[in-house]
């Protein structure tokens, strides 16, 4: 799971649920990776319209992107992305919420669901999980496969 999907499971209901959906899908020695962001990092104070970046959407399509957070509760975090370019009458915005697990949380979660953690590290090249990483990458696994 890439892309930070996993942290679109903003209730404890929703998450519990793709846990117990990833665990029934595994045979005992499979593997489930995924990343999300690491909220040590806490990444979302960068998410704002200074911040933007502009991207090729197609064939000479500048769009430009911009973050605002709009609410941080807990966990969650609410926030807009205006997508704008000369080529487009108005700009498109897109709301989102994410939420940011810490590794206690994760791991208790993980747990509930019949799984455990073989691995965890900070970035897609095997970074050592650091409160300044990025992300937390995980490898987990069936508990029956913790030996």
Do not use: C, K
């Amino acid at each position: 799971m890439t892309g930070h999907a996993f942290q679109v499971f903003v209730t404890d209901d929703e998450l519990r649920s793709a846990l117990h959906a990833v665990r029934a899908a595994l045979t005992d020695d499979g593997r489930f990776v995924f990343e999300t962001r690491n909220p040590a990092a806490r990444a979302w104070e960068q998410w704002t319209p200074d911040n933007a970046t502009e991207i090729t959407a197609a064939p000479d399509t500048r769009v430009r992107v911009e973050h605002e957070v709009h609410e941080v509760v807990g966990e969650l975090v609410r926030f807009t992305q205006t997508y704008t370019s000369p080529d487009w009458p108005e700009p498109e915005v897109s709301w989102s919420t994410l939420r940011f697990l810490d590794l206690p949380g994760l791991a208790t979660f993980l747990a509930d669901a019949g799984l455990g953690i073989a691995r965890q590290s900070g970035d897609w090249d095997g970074g050592p999980l650091t409160p300044t990483s990025p992300e937390i990458i995980t490898v987990a696994v069936p508990r029956v496969t913790l030996r």
